[in-house]
C-alpha cells in the first residue's frame, strides 16, 4: 500500500503568516494532487503535479514537487481566514480508472 | 462551471434496508467512481466504473453494494442491506477519458450523508 504521510496534522496560524505543509512517501508517483476539503462538502481539486520539480502557483498557494517524485509540498503566502479547510494531497491514478488514494490531510485553521 | 452533483444530500435509513445514492457525473467523463468518508477518517476509495463495468474495487465494496449507470446520465450506488457501520458521507467522483489533457484527475460531487439507525 502506497501511504502519503501528511505534516503537520493540524496547523493554526495568525492571518497574514505564511505556512508549508508537506506530503510524503516512500513510493514514486506518475502525479500527485492536492485537494481542499470544508467540513460536509467534497474534496475540491487545486492542482495536479506531473513533472519531479515542478513548480506550480495558484493566487497565493505555491505547489512543488519533489525532483523524485515522492513527495510535495503547498506554501501558502499571507494566509487569509478563507484558507480554513482540509488539506489533502492524493496519489494520482496510473490510469484513467485508477483509484485516488488521500493521505490523512493537514487541518489548517487561520485566526482573523 | 460543469460540476458532479449527488442526491440526497443526507438520507437516514434503518438498519437492514436498501439505499441507493445517486450522482449525475460531469457529461463529457467517462470514468466514475464511489468513495467514503467515515466521520474523522481518510476519504476511502470504494469502486472505479468505466464502459458499463467496474474496473476495480476495493475490500469494503462487498455483495452488498452495486453500482449502476442506468442511462446517460446517473450513476448510482446501491446498498442492499445495511448496516450502522455504513454510516458516512460517500463521494461521487467522474474522471474525463484520454483524449482529454486531464484524464486523470477526478472531480468530486457534494456527498450524500448516510446515517444508518
Known amino acids: 500500500t502506497q501511504l502519503l504521510e501528511q505534516s503537520p496534522q493540524f496547523l493554526s496560524i495568525q492571518e497574514g503568516e505564511n505556512l508549508t505543509v508537506y506530503c510524503n512517501s516512500s513510493?514514486?508517483?506518475?502525479?500527485l494532487q492536492w485537494y481542499r476539503q470544508e467540513p460536509g462538502e467534497g474534496p475540491v481539486l487545486l492542482v495536479t503535479?506531473?513533472?519531479?520539480?515542478e513548480v506550480k502557483k495558484l493566487k497565493r498557494l505555491t505547489f512543488q514537487f519533489g525532483d523524485a517524485r515522492k513527495d510535495s509540498s503547498l506554501h501558502i503566502t499571507a494566509a487569509q481566514t478563507g484558507d480554513t479547510g482540509l488539506y489533502l494531497c492524493?496519489?494520482?491514478?496510473?490510469?484513467?480508472?485508477?483509484?485516488?488514494?488521500f493521505g490523512s490531510g493537514t487541518r489548517l485553521s487561520i485566526r482573523p | 462551471e460543469p460540476e458532479v452533483t449527488q442526491t440526497p444530500s443526507h438520507q437516514v435509513t434503518q438498519m437492514g434496508q436498501e439505499v441507493i445514492l445517486r450522482c449525475v457525473p460531469i457529461?463529457?467523463?467517462?470514468?466514475f467512481y464511489w468513495y467514503r468518508q467515515i466521520l474523522g477518517q481518510k476519504v476511502e476509495f470504494l469502486v472505479s466504473?468505466?464502459?458499463?463495468?467496474?474496473?476495480?474495487k476495493s475490500e469494503i465494496f462487498d455483495d452488498q453494494f452495486s453500482v449502476e449507470r442506468p442511462d446517460g446520465s446517473n450513476f448510482t450506488l446501491k446498498i442492499r442491506s445495511t448496516k450502522l457501520e455504513d454510516s458516512a458521507m460517500y463521494f461521487c467522483?467522474?474522471?474525463?477519458?484520454?483524449?482529454?489533457?486531464?484524464?486523470?484527475?477526478?472531480?468530486f460531487g457534494p456527498g450524500t450523508r448516510l446515517t444508518v439507525t
Open positions: 467522483a467522474s474522471s474525463a477519458g484520454q483524449v482529454f489533457a486531464d484524464y486523470y484527475e477526478q472531480y
Open positions: 513510493s514514486v508517483f506518475s502525479s
Open positions: 503535479v506531473v513533472t519531479g520539480g
Open positions: 492524493a496519489r494520482g491514478g496510473y490510469s484513467s480508472a485508477s483509484k485516488i488514494i
Open positions: 457529461s463529457n467523463h467517462l470514468y
Open positions: 466504473f468505466y464502459n458499463n463495468e467496474i474496473s476495480e
